[in-house]
Nanobody, 121 residues
């Protein structure tokens, strides 16, 4: 299974960006997706959770720091997951990673390569 993240860039505070993550690979593995998530790592900081969406039911969960500003969604037909980021703040600056958790797994099994998001005036 491969994850390809895209959509990063530079934006001013208050602006918006949309990240996408395309999943490809074994159909068997794709059908065993439990949830898709987004994480981020800011310079000098540990990687942190941002949001996830479950494949079954589309249940979502967000970190408090992004709740109300970010929206995670999925397109099952295209095997993609997106992260709409609004009202961006300088503290949202980070490399964003998409990740996949398989059924029966307790952690994220597959990770994308990361895409840079910079929020600066």
């Amino acid at each position: 299974v491969q994850l390809q993240a895209s959509g990063g860039g530079s934006v001013q505070p208050g602006g918006s960006l949309r990240l996408s993550c395309a999943v490809s690979g074994s159909i068997f593995s794709i059908n065993r997706i439990n949830r898709m998530g987004w994480f981020r790592r800011a310079p000098g900081k540990e990687r942190e959770f941002v949001a996830y969406i479950r494949r079954s039911g589309g249940i979502t969960y967000y970190a408090d720091s992004v709740k109300g500003r970010f929206t995670i969604s999925r397109d099952g037909a295209k095997n993609t997951v997106s992260l709409q980021m609004n009202s961006l703040k300088p503290e949202d600056t980070a490399v964003y990673y998409c990740a996949l958790m398989s059924l029966g797994s307790a952690s994220y099994d597959y990770w994308g390569q990361g895409t840079q998001v910079t929020v600066s005036s």
